[in-house]
């Protein structure tokens, strides 16, 4: 049974930062790309940024130069660095890999 689970997603002021992680089980972690998508109200779910197995990153362009991704094979984690935060940047975060979705963590951006 494979199993996302996202934390770390919280109420944070603009340009401040969060560290989102995603826990996987019942995959062999290391041989699957990584994503990330958000959705905020109203809106369609939208790719933040992916992972390649290699370790090779694409960041949609409202996120560039702010995010970062990475991963911990050894750990079955992939994180996501958000610093500068704005406030169009909340929504409900979502970890994804294939046809796997985690629960979503809620990001809030406001002061």
């Known amino acids: 049974q494979v199993q996302l689970v996202e934390s770390g997603g919280g109420l944070v002021q603009p340009g401040g930062s969060l560290r989102l992680s995603c826990a996987a089980s019942?995959?062999?972690?290391?041989?699957?790309?990584m994503k990330w998508y958000r959705q905020a109200p109203g809106k369609e779910r939208d790719l933040v940024v992916t992972?390649?197995?290699?370790?090779?990153?694409n960041y949609a362009d409202p996120v560039k130069g702010r995010f970062t991704i990475s991963r911990d094979n050894a750990k079955n984690t992939v994180y996501l660095q958000m610093n500068r935060l704005k406030p169009e940047d909340t929504a409900v975060y979502y970890c994804?890999?294939?046809?796997?979705w985690g629960q979503g963590t809620q990001v809030t951006v406001s002061s």
């Open positions: 992972i390649s197995t290699g370790g090779m990153t």
């Open positions: 019942g995959i062999f972690f290391s041989r699957f790309d």
């Open positions: 994804n890999t294939r046809v796997w």
